[in-house]
């Protein structure tokens, strides 16, 4: 290990890189204008390339949608995604007939496993506007053995996920997903998430320094683990002594304890997204929305699709929206 915590640091894009057992991760930010009676946008689509928008034209995408933003059906196999919601709503829709509305802290972790088909689309309820969404979606690996599980999804609602604040050294609050910090012990995984397993040490934190705030970050439970930061908002963070910029990934040493400071004189707190894990260490065959451990296996997760529909489509539409009211569910097959 270095003399320093802070090993590695790699500028952010859209899409942030990661470390094994994360496949994927994403910061979705979208201002979206008031809501039209589709719960689409109420704005020219002029200039937009339809089904593959991610300009960010006036500071919102329609990304595959049509006329409601958002995901339309898709498949998955082989891995999970975990979806965190700050601000606006998603409509989860799959091939088992399953439905959800949530949003505005909730968290959804849905494990594909052997195969499903899901749509997640972004309605804009709002008639006045604006209808601004901010969420992550994370991408976990499965462990070889249990790629071909059963599809399952769970919901973490916001009222359930543990906040841990720290008042020592100004206010710090850390919103504990996954991996349990002090006395906040998050909801339980899918039961055959890698995350499950208590020697895979998976924590996901969204950690909130406020200006003249610090907070000393916990050593992880095993120097496999691999614990990385995503800066994602904010300026003036310092890691251990080292000035972090924003839109900035920080790979640090797990076995240290890590302060996180922020300046007294910045001019709003700084937000961290914080990924870890110990690796699985496994082969990975990925090709778009399958993830496995060897070419044939993608090859046949191909097959299956076609054959299968893994599952079907029960829904009217490639993008089905719940309806005009906000409240939160969750309907299971």
């Known amino acids: 290990m270095s003399d320093s915590p802070v090993l590695q640091t790699v500028d952010l894009g859209f899409q942030w890189p990661t470390v094994d057992p994360f496949l994927f991760c994403v910061h979705h930010l979208d201002h979206y204008p008031a809501g039209n009676a589709d719960q689409g946008p109420v704005a020219s689509l002029a200039g937009r390339t339809l089904g ?14 049509q006329v409601v933003p958002g995901f339309p059906a898709h498949p998955h196999r082989g891995f999970e995604t975990v979806t965190y919601v700050r601000q606006g709503l998603v409509d989860h829709s ?7 509305r949530y949003g505005r802290g909730d968290v959804q972790w849905m494990t594909a496993g052997s195969g499903i088909v899901h749509a997640e689309m972004f309605p ?25 599980v059963d599809p399952h999804f769970s919901m973490f609602w916001d009222d359930d996920v543990p906040r841990h604040v720290a008042t020592d050294g100004g206010r710090v609050t850390v919103t504990v997903i996954a991996g349990r910090l002090g006395d906040a012990e998050p909801p339980s995984p899918p039961p055959a998430s890698w995350a499950s ?15 003249g705030g610090s907070w000393t970050m916990p050593p992880a439970a095993s120097e496999q683990t691999v ?36 300046a007294g004189s910045a001019d709003a707190p700084v937000e961290i997204l914080m990924l870890q ?9 990925q090709y778009g929305p399958f993830v496995m ?37 969750a309907r299971r097959p």
């Open 277 to 285: 894990g110990r690796p699985l260490g496994e082969p990975v065959a």
């Open 52 to 65: 593959q928008d991610f300009e960010g034209i006036d500071g919102w995408r329609m990304y595959h949608g």
């Open 197 to 211: 397993r208590a020697e895979a040490d998976v924590a996901i934190w969204h950690i909130v320094v406020e200006p």
């Open 227 to 262: 614990r990385t930061l995503y800066v994602f908002a904010g300026d003036g963070l310092s890691v251990a002594g080292a000035g972090i910029a924003s839109r900035t990934g920080v790979v640090v040493d797990p076995t240290a304890a890590v302060e996180l400071a922020v």
């Open 124 to 148: 804009l309820l709002d008639r006045d506007g604006p209808n601004t969404l901010e969420l992550f979606q994370i991408w976990v690996n499965l462990p070889a053995a249990d790629k071909l």
């Open 293 to 329: 451990n060897t070419r044939a296996e993608i090859q046949q997760a191909f097959e299956d699709y076609q054959r299968t529909g893994f599952g079907g489509w029960p829904w009217d539409r490639d993008d089905p929206v719940h309806g005009l009211d906000p409240t939160h569910f």
């Open 94 to 100: 799959d091939s088992l007939g399953a439905a959800a």
